[in-house]
C-alpha cells in the first residue's frame, strides 16, 4: 500500500478485537474445483481461532474439513467512505474432541440455521490481515468526500 492511499494496514491484535464485534463473517472455501463464498455467524475462541457451528452433514462441512479457507468480516460506512475488513486464513477442522466439543456448546457460537446434528468447525488464524479505509483522505490526490 503506498502511503496516501487512503487505506491503514492493521495489526493482528487489533484485527481480532475488530472481528469480536460482528456476528456474520464470509467463509471462503473451494466447492467442486471453484471457489465459494457463504455468509456465517460466529465467534472468536480465546485464542483467535474463528468458530462456525453448522450442520454435521452440510455440504459445507465436507468442503472445508481439513482445508485451508479464509474467513472474512467487515463493517463499512458507505456515507462516510470508511470502514475496516479482516481476513483470517488457515486450517478449519471439525472439533472431534468431546471436552473440547462441550465447551464449544456452552461458550461457542448458536447456528443462525439450527440443525438435528451440529457440529464446531475450528479454521486456526494461521495469516491475519486487515486493513482500515480511512474517511475524508484523498486517494492519489482526489478527493474523496465530493
Not at 37 to 66: M, Q, Y
Not at 82 to 94: I, K, M
Not at 129 to 141: A, H, S
Amino acid at each position: 500500500m503506498y502511503p496516501n492511499d487512503g487505506f491503514r494496514e492493521l495489526e493482528r491484535q487489533e484485527c481480532l478485537r475488530l472481528m469480536a464485534k460482528v456476528p456474520v463473517g464470509r467463509i471462503v472455501y473451494t466447492r467442486r474445483a471453484l471457489p465459494a463464498v457463504l455468509p456465517v455467524n460466529f465467534s472468536l475462541d480465546h485464542d483467535g481461532a474463528v468458530l462456525l457451528c453448522t450442520s454435521a452433514t452440510s455440504e459445507l462441512v465436507r468442503a472445508i474439513d481439513g482445508a485451508v479457507v479464509a474467513f472474512e468480516t467487515d463493517d463499512v460506512d458507505a456515507d462516510r467512505h470508511s470502514g475496516w475488513s479482516v481476513v483470517v486464513t488457515g486450517t478449519a477442522t471439525v472439533v472431534t474432541d468431546p471436552a473440547e466439543y462441550e465447551r464449544m456448546a456452552r461458550t461457542g457460537p448458536v447456528s443462525w440455521a439450527p440443525a438435528p446434528q451440529e457440529v464446531f468447525v475450528r479454521i486456526e488464524p494461521e495469516l491475519v490481515t486487515g486493513r482500515e479505509l480511512v474517511g475524508g483522505r484523498t486517494l492519489y490526490g482526489v478527493d474523496l468526500t465530493v
